[in-house]
């Protein structure tokens, strides 16, 4: 019987990182099953799900990658998964939306919208900033299949507010984005 | 999750450059619909078309909203109907132009096409009698387009019936006169007429159509004047941008804005269960400010639309639609690429009254683009071959080009150069179009008979 893990790293980036910790997981004979990375002001953070050997535990874990050589400790996080629960369990992004917002940078924008999203039952799936010359970006994706409210409520929310706060926000369906901007038309 | 700038470059197309679907036209057979009566022909006509086309327009509506795209346009096109009412007469004809409009009205379609014949080599007694219900058929409903193919490359030009379109045309001008001709706006004639096109006023479903079809117009020429507005202010250095690039812009834009036409086109189809067709790919202008293909013109560098260089403009402009539209969709069809309708787009009924684009031009404009000479206003005293002969020269561009041509010209009765006409809505507005050596091509039109289809090898 293999354990699944699903494992979170964060250090200041530098040239090398995924290649020490996926060898330290190597190491315990882990085999990586989804990885997904970033980088935001200067440092890394990456989300791993690992299936090892039954016999690893967490704290091996903890102690390979903590064996890594490196200017900066990694902050790390393990978690077991229950032998119920599986990576491919993602849960499908239907009626997945893109909301866009742009306006002048002010504080409180993501927790006004992701309060919005909450309060609606809405799934935040992916969310991104940017700031520039003193213009805040936000795109966050969102799915609206458990929602408590309309999209047409929803919509109206958003729009009352990006009235108040200054800000212009978009609300489109998630196909829309991808028909524009790739190849292939699923 | 995709990249920020690709969702704001999509953000930006939809909202600040007012991106739409132009049209969803649902094309019906409707042969099966003749009967021994004209009442019973109707009776099955109506029935036909609730039961195809009853959920149309709200399937069209909850996509539109679904998706934060708007269908601006919910039309219906019919097997030409000359086919239909085969051996009916005049006064049939003109029934069941009436329970079309009812037909539309009820299942709320904007406008219904398809009270058309194809007699491009000749014409059958039903076609006379259809050809002369026009006028009256016309005059007396409010949604229904009509159209005539005259002319293919196959078979030529057919002078016989190119005669009857002058007067067919002066006669619905004149029954709609209190309309100020209005009725000439929904009839057009065709050369190589395509039958999925769903732009009006010449949409039809082909004989060669299956069952029932969805056709799909992309948005209007708006979405590309803004986006080549934006990358002309972020290359403000003279010399920045060539002719090339600006070729470019064009053809990433119609990518981009074919597929949300095809997107929003087979979601409705897989809403509706009726097949998907064709998307269209022509950017057709309407009247409002900031979609018009004349806008791209001054964009382009014209300081006048119909100056030199106006035609060779059109046919980069064509061009680049159909390079990046034809890669955007699985099935590209109908007429597929710019209109020049005067009326319908403000820029070009300007440059009309400022006399800076003439008769003359147009046409040659029409040689690079599709579809013709749309939408024309003219004196309602040009005489019926004149018209009839203006018509033959667009013909004859489409015949010998292997293209689709068309000529939508209005007799506007009562009214002469110097003059104005407005149709309001989309129909828009436009000073009536000079006409120079009127009453000079009777001999020609009175000849009759055919025009033979050209060869089809040496194209110098």
Redesign the interface.
Known sequence: MQKKMVISVMSKDRPGIIADVTGALLELGGDVADLNQTVLCGYLTMILGVTFPSDITREDIFASISHVKSREKFELSVKELPETENFNDIPQAEESY?L?L?GPNCKGIVHAVSSICGRNNVNI??L?T?LQQDRY?M?V?CSIKDATCT??ELRKEFEEYGRDAEQ?I????Y???????EVT?H | MLRSDQILSTVEMIQKENLDVRTVTMGINLLDCHAETVAKTCANIEEKIHTFAGNFVPTCNEMGEKYGIPVVNKRLSVTPIAFVGAGFERDGFVEIAKALDRAATSVNVDILGGFSAQVEKGMTQTDHEFIASIPDALAQTEKICASINIATTKKGINMDALAMMGHTIKAIAEKTADNNGFGAAKFVVFCNQPGDNPFMAGAIHGLEESEAVLNVGVSGPGVIARALDRLIADHPEPGALQFDELAEEIKQTTFRVTRCGELIGRAVSMSLGIEFGVVDLSLAPTPAIGDSVGEIFKILGMDAIGAPGSTAILAMLNDAVKKGGIFASKTVGGLSGAFIPVMEDSLLAEAVGEGSLCLEKLEAMTCVCSVGLDMVPIAGSVDADTISAIIADEMAIGVINAKTTAARLIPVPGKEVGDSVSFGGLFGAAPIMPIRNIGKSSRFIAWGGRMPAPIHSFKN
């Open positions: 893109i866009s742009q799936i992916d991104g940017s970006t795109a994706q999209l047409e212009t978009m609300m489109q369906h196909d829309l984005f991808r028909a524009t901007n038309l």
